[in-house]
DNA sequence: AGTAGACCTGAGTA
DNA sequence: ATACTCAGGTCTA
């Protein structure tokens, strides 16, 4: 195990995993949390003036990467505070430390599959179940956890399997989502980006554009990918006065609004509006 | 092209 | 108590 540290000025793990943008982490006592992906494990702690991040010592590049630690975020808040736009401004300081993940592609794409009219507990109840179920048991800095499900073993898996677990009617989507991936991995998607991307990706089975553009975000870094769903249309109402219903209207909206970059701060405004709905920017 | 209804589930609210 | 609403939506008709 190795431990490397990063400061906590431009890092806060609280922000980074409480966004919703992953469901797969747990805390450990004061300032401490476990976080997965994939078949990997790493311990965050935060200090005073950094946050330690420990590993098994093959994985400090991939964790690296995953958290995003070769990105300028004090570049990108500067920019996100110049649009001056009062509830961007708001929200930047409020989730100040929140960084966008490099997930894992496979465990993106299932686990948004599962997020749809959804919550985030009980999210986190499915894929943890989910994982125990199919997944291989490991453990890390005295801490058992179980891998994301490799392919093969979530394809042997029909719906009924996937609703046992409480997936609901998206149990369907798991099911036949799996053996796409399976059968075809991410041809289909290769070498795509932007709106063929997205398209490419609403050809899984339950995968829409709202999801589509989850997993565009979080695991191709497609950095200008708005997801909008129900806290962002309510955004979108409450702060911008719009008055479109239409999602990908109001995903255009946003795009044109805030540029190559608007994805990230989409999900500041998320995390913003969802644990501050009440406040008054 | 654009829109209503159906769809699992469990926590929260009236 | 019991019903109703809502959650990081998608699909079908």
Redo the contacts with the bound molecule.
């Keep these: 195990m190795i431990t490397f540290t990063f400061p906590n000025e431009y890092f806060s793990p609280k922000a980074t995993l409480e ?3 992953t469901f797969r982490f747990s805390p450990c006592g004061e300032s401490a949390w476990l976080v997965l992906c994939a078949d990997k494990a790493c311990l965050l702690k935060e200090y005073a003036a950094e946050v330690h991040v420990s590993c098994e010592e093959a994985d400090e590049q991939y964790f690296r990467g995953y958290f995003d630690l070769e990105t300028d975020y004090a570049a990108l808040l500067k920019e996100a505070e110049a649009f001056g736009v009062p509830v961007l401004f708001e929200a930047v300081r409020f989730g100040r430390g929140l960084r966008i993940l490099n997930q894992d592609k496979a465990e993106c794409l299932l686990s ?2 599962v ?9 986190k ?1 499915n894929l943890s179940r989910l994982c125990a179920a199919l997944g291989e048991k490991k453990r890390f800095a005295g801490y058992d956890y179980y891998t994301f499900p490799s392919l093969e073993r979530l394809a042997e898996r029909d719906e009924d399997f996937y ?1 046992s677990l ?8 798991v099911a036949a989502s799996s053996k796409k991936l399976l059968e075809e991995g991410f041809s289909s998607v290769e070498g795509k980006t932007g709106a063929e991307l997205k398209r490419a990706l ?13 997993i565009s ?2 695991a191709f870094r497609e950095t200008a990918a ?9 955004l979108y109402r409450e702060n911008f006065g719009g008055a479109e ?5 109001i995903n255009r909206f946003f795009v044109e609004k805030f540029g190559p970059n608007a994805g990230i701060f ?2 500041y405004l ?2 913003y509006k ?1 644990e501050r709905g009440d406040a008054a920017v």
């Design positions: 966004c919703g943008q948004f599959i997020s749809q009219q959804n919550n985030i507990p009980r999210i109840g609703r409480g997936l609901g009617y998206r149990a369907r989507y609403t050809a899984y089975p339950g995968i829409g554009n709202k999801v589509a553009d989850c975000l979080f708005f997801p909008v769903d129900t806290w962002i249309a309510r219903t239409d999602r990908e209207k989409q999900q998320f995390y969802r």
